[in-house]
Every structure is written in structure tokens, then in C-alpha cells.
């Protein structure tokens, strides 16, 4: 067991302090790695002895994004329909179709590499950890396989066979409900923590609350954890149902109503409102009110939902920098949300904040200041830092 | 001389087309570059013999980015007010006083080091030709100082001494022009292709429109082309006046009446409106319209407009996904104003268009369509292409 001295820290920033200082910002600090986990953090003058030492060279440490929200394993390309939809056609989640069809036809090879490729890049853009969802297979075996080839990346795995009514099920969706709840659950539980659903009642290739609260009861009682897509086209049932059934999280909040936001302070201690502004971004859409829910005391989180129909963007920063221009919430309450904010939405302490103990994910911005999210978009400041002792990714 | 060839190319804009297909796309084509130039495209299965040869898998090649506004030659840091500002203090220009004063404290290595930093950051972006502005020195040797160090880097320099009224100025406003055009212009002329200024009545920092006409009247006089800050803040003059005097761009038009408009169409062979709308975005203001410019039939360049008060990006590709998603441009208008329209307001001929003789700027996109630029918004696919004969960044 090696240890790695991480020095020449400009600025660490925790996201361990409290309220008004979620960032628990220290100066003139350094950190040890031992075996992949944080085992001191101090002032840089008293860094004890180490085996191997990275001198950031001034830069920040922030603790590494957590991605909460992503569907990356899939083939295919819609980039013609992300421009036809610049022009005025609007989105109802019934370009899902066009990924399942390429995705169901790619080879497991071709799927692992185009997933390998899209973690390389998250991982250059900061993100340390992935959560991953099926849905785009929609059979049991194209569900299965999702989740176990996402399952070589991270153990942050959703079965989202509910993500859309697929074609072949149109004029039988209680058949569709039939299979995702039974035999697609039990062959895809072994490979998942989570179970999620698409409950919109705007999109007719979704679920309505009925379906929902079915798939989410056969996913609790398979053992999985509760995720939910909701309130995402219109206002809708998700967040409701989402705080009932105690679901780690309800993804999107874009419609809410006044029910909606007490209900979610509410149960602020163990439901998020993860925010994925890149969806209104690349959908044209209005954006969620994230100043109201921290207003009201509800925890937020913030993910990319990076999936090639409504934001193809892998860029937690970008994401950040969109949270501050279009959501209201300061630097410091978006990047809290991207990491720790994120983390409380998988329901781990381990990862979103560096406190002795925690994963040593870490990732350097090259900028005097974690404002620098927000400040340079678009610019690539930020990268997971890889330690030459135990930090490149390890497996979990 | 050595020849390279490029090849594997799975998508070649060239810029070069006739509207509709402004782009000039190709398909299976190949390009040869010798000493820099453009020296044969054509069929991939024709392609000539070459000294050398870069295959770039399938990958997309577009002209290299002319980002035609800029403000790099700085020092000193100003996320604090940006934060401020995105709670809701507005920008009225007085924020240019703080980076003057940390340019003017700064020594001549420490802008040349940061300049070339900044240069390495665009490039890395897929920035090939750079615009860069003086206008943070306001004293005679500051002025011509930020103009010899951008003199470096590229000949598109311009002297800005009229960018605000300096503190020491803001009882002799008329003092201060008189110097602008006079001794800080003759000692600036000969290390500066453009002149420029910041017309705008909306802020007490910047220049009226007699004030703006005796600079740039001046500036013609020594030979220079003529570049105007206008419209930004509020309608105004700027663009009248920029018309008037033939300027190569107006830059900003955020607030156009109907009669700027036209006006910018009567000129469209040699007047170019440019758009920054990354500062529309980092200052939390209203987009300019760009489909009613296409529509009047306009000239419109994109550029980023990088400083460090109002927009810190020097991301081209994240320029053009707000441009698709804010400004109404098509993809293909975006791009096409990225390239070969920011080379029109630069009246340039041999950059922005991959054609035979022209300058071999090449961009690869990690993608398998141009589409992606703005399909995948803060994930940074586009980087300059080095070639290993010539094409590294070459000396203009």
C-alpha cells in the first residue's frame, strides 16, 4: 500500500462546510492518499512523509463531479433530429425509438467501446463518478446487457426498462408493465442498484402514475433503490410519487407547483431534486426554478442526463455554468450540487466530499478559483486528476 | 518544402458552398497540404502521393475557427464580479478599470506568458487565427506594450486605446482623445492592423458617437482598418456609425432598431455584423437576433469576445451551440459564421474557407458530424489539427 502526497493545492475545496459556506474552502492545505481513500488532510506545511507526491501547481482541488443522471450506453446518431428540433419541432420522447433500434442492433463490443470512450470522456470533463441507466434496449436480454456492460464501469447502475413504451408494446402497455415487472426485473436486479421510470404524463411513450407506482413497487421489492424522471414536459405526478414511495431521487423538476416544492423540503433528508438544466438547454425548454426549492429547504442535485436525444453533453462544468445563468443558484450552491448534491442523491457519503476516509476522487481545475466553473463556459478547466498511486478510477 | 496528406476524413466542410448549403460539405475526400497551403483536395481514392500522412479516423474536418474578438492580453482576476454580477449586479464597463490596473502592474514576461497560455487554450478549442485587442493599457506604453506581445501571436491586432475613458481622464474626457488619436495612436499604428472603440451612450465608461468618430477617423488616417464596439448596451449609434465609415465589422448589435438593420444589409459585401453572444450569456442580457439580420440579409461573423469582465470563454464551439440555441441560427449558419464569416469581418480571403491556395487551418471534430458542435454543447470535440509539415499554428 503506497501512499501519494498531493501538494502546490492553490485552493480545496471539501464541500464539507456548512451553510453559507457549503464549499468548506481551505488554503494552504494538502492532502494523502492511501489505497485510494483520503487517510489526512492538513496544512500544506505539516504534509507528512509519502511515497509519491503530485504538485498541482497552484490549481484547485474540488472533490471529483458526480454524475447522477446519464443513459450512455447506446449506439446511434440524432444529430439531425437535435438540429430539426433547433427549428421549432418539438420534443415528446418519441426519438427514444430511434436509439433503442441501434442500439438493440450494435454488437456487446461495439457497445462497451462506445461506453468506454464516453467514460474517458467524462472523465477528462472532471466526473469521477457515473451513474448509468438502461432503456434503451427494452427486451430482456438488450436490458440485461446494458446493465452489465454499464456494470464494468461503475456500480451506480439503473434499470430503467421503464423508460418508454416500446413500439412493439403501443396497443398493450399493461403487457409492457407485465414484463418490466416481472421477468425483465428479475433477470436485470442482480446487475442494478436502482430502478427509475419515465412517469410523464405529457409524453404518450411514457408512464402514467398508475405504471409507475407498479414499476417502482416491484423495484423496492425486488431490492433495488427508487429513482423517478419526473415533472419533465408538464406539471405532473412524478414528484408526488417520487416522496411517497421515498425514492432517492426525482430527476428533472421542471414543472412545479407549490405542493410539489413543500413536498419535497419535506423529505430533504432523504430525497433530492436532481436538476438537469443541459435538457432544457438542448430541448428549448423553460428552465427549473432551483432558487425556489433551496429557498423552500429542499437538497438539489445537478447531472448532465447525457443521452443522445436531449442533451448529448457529457460536461458537468457546462452544466454548472448553465445552473448559474439560468437557474439562479450561486457558484458555490451548483458546484455543491454537483458533488456532494449528487452524491446524497445516490445515497452515498463516500464520494462528493473530501473528508478523511472518503474515495480520493479528485479533480484540479486549472483556474486560481472554484468560480471558474462558472466563470470561463464552455472552457475545459477541469479534469479528474489521476495519482500514480491508486486514483485512476478505481474499481468500487 | 514537404507535402502531408489528410485522410480518413469522414466529413470535410469546406465553407465554401452557395446557400443552402452553405457549408460546402464533401464527402470521401482527401486534402494535400504543402508548406501550409492548401495545395489539392479531392476524391480520398485520388489522393496524390505525400511526404508525409495523417489519417484522422472518420472524423470530421472543418475550416479552423477565426474567432475575430478578442481581449487577451491581461492580467489580474475578476471571477468575484462575475459572481456579482450573476446575483443581479448589472455590467456598465466601470469593471475595465480593474484589469487595467493589474495589466499596467503586470511585467512584459508575465503577459507574454499569459497571452501564450491563452493561445494554447483556443488552439486546443480549434481557434486557428485570433483577433486580440490592446485596450487594457490606456497609456501610451501600455497601449503599444499589449500591442507588440499580441504582435506575437498574430497579425490581427488592434488598437483599442478608446475602449473606456481611464479613471485619471474623468474630468478631461476630450484630453484623453486627444491623446487616443494622437501621440498613443502614432506609436500604436505600426503594431496594429485595426483601430477600434467602445461607442456606447450607455455607459459613462465609453465614448459618444463624436467621440467614436474622431477615433476611428483617425485611425483611417494612419492607415488602419476600422473595427466599432456598438449597440451593446442599448440601442445607439454604433452601428450608423460604423456604416457610415465603412468599418470591416460592427461588433455586439445587440440592440438593433430596423433601421440599423437595414443599413447592415445595404453593406453586406463589406460590413459584417458580429455576434458575442457569450456575453449576452455571462452578463445575464437579451440575445441579439440573428435570423432577422440573415433575413434582411446581413453579414454576421460569431465570435467570443474573450475578457475577463464580460465573457472569460474562448470556446468557439460553445459560441456556436448559443448561437443555435439562443441567437436562431441553423448549425450550418453558426459554423459558416465561424469560419468564413468571422474571416469576412477580419477581410480576409485565405482563412475561414478550405479551398485550393488558402491557408490549411484545419479543425478535426471528434464526431461524425458538424452537427455536433452544437448537438453536444461544452464537450469539447473541436482542437486545431498539427500537422508535422506546416500547419502548426505558422507564422503569419
Keep these: 500500500m503506497s501512499s501519494t502526497a498531493v501538494t502546490g493545492i492553490g ?29 489526512w488532510i492538513g496544512s500544506a506545511a505539516d504534509t507528512p512523509a509519502a511515497d509519491a507526491q503530485i504538485d498541482v501547481g497552484r490549481r484547485v482541488i474540488i472533490p471529483g463531479f458526480v454524475d447522477s443522471h446519464s443513459h450512455l450506453v447506446f449506439a446511434g446518431d440524432r444529430g439531425t433530429e437535435f438540429a430539426a428540433r433547433m427549428t421549432g419541432q418539438p420534443y415528446d420522447g ?36 457515473v451513474e448509468i441507466k438502461s432503456g434503451y434496449g427494452l427486451t430482456v436480454a438488450d436490458e440485461v446487457r446494458a446493465l452489465q456492460i454499464a456494470r464494468q464501469f461503475t456500480t451506480e447502475t439503473t434499470f430503467l426498462g421503464a ?48 405504471e409507475a407506482r407498479r414499476v417502482l413497487a416491484a423495484g423496492a421489492e425486488a431490492g433495488l433503490g427508487l429513482r423517478v424522471h419526473g415533472n419533465q414536459l408538464g406539471p405532473g405526478p ?12 426525482v430527476d428533472h423538476c421542471t414543472y412545479l407547483g407549490d405542493g410539489d416544492v413543500d413536498a419535497l423540503a419535506a423529505v430533504a433528508e432523504h430525497t433530492v431534486a436532481t436538476l438537469l438544466p443541459g435538457v432544457e438547454f438542448c430541448t428549448r425548454s423553460p428552465y427549473p426554478d432551483a432558487a425556489r426549492l433551496l429557498a423552500a429547504g429542499a437538497s438539489i442535485a445537478l447531472a448532465t ?76 478547466i477541469a479534469r479528474a486528476l489521476s495519482l500514480t498511486a491508486s486514483g485512476e478510477m478505481p474499481a468500487e
Design 11 to 39: 485552493q480545496l475545496v471539501t464541500c464539507d462546510g456548512t451553510d453559507p459556506d457549503l464549499l468548506g474552502i481551505r488554503s494552504n492545505a494538502a492532502l494523502i492518499v492511501e489505497n485510494g481513500l483520503i487517510a
Design 94 to 129: 418519441g426519438g427514444i425509438g430511434v436509439t433503442v433500434a441501434a442500439t438493440r442492433a450494435a454488437s456487446d463490443d461495439e457497445l462497451t467501446r462506445l461506453l468506454a470512450s464516453r467514460i474517458d470522456e467524462l472523465r477528462t470533463l472532471g466526473t469521477t463518478t
Design 163 to 210: 423508460h418508454v413504451i416500446p413500439a412493439e408494446y403501443a396497443q398493450d402497455r399493461a403487457g409492457y408493465v407485465d414484463l418490466v415487472t416481472g421477468p425483465m426485473l428479475q433477470a436485470a436486479a442482480p446487475y442494478a442498484r436502482w430502478i427509475d421510470v419515465f412517469c410523464e404524463p405529457h409524453s404518450p411513450h411514457a408512464f402514467d402514475v398508475e
Design 238 to 249: 412524478g414528484v408526488q410519487l417520487a416522496v411517497e414511495l421515498g425514492a432517492a431521487t
Design 305 to 380: 442526463d447525457c443521452n443522445p436525444g436531449t442533451c448529448y453533453s457529457s460536461s458537468m462544468p457546462w452544466v454548472i455554468s448553465l445552473a448559474v445563468r439560468e437557474l439562479g443558484l450561486t457558484p458555490a450552491q451548483a458546484l455543491f450540487a454537483a458533488t456532494a448534491g449528487s452524491a446524497k442523491s445516490l445515497r452515498r457519503t463516500d464520494i462528493g466530499r473530501l473528508v478523511l476516509g472518503n474515495r480520493a476522487d479528485l479533480t484540479v481545475l486549472d483556474a486560481p478559483s472554484y468560480l471558474h466553473l462558472a466563470y470561463r463556459p464552455g472552457v475545459p
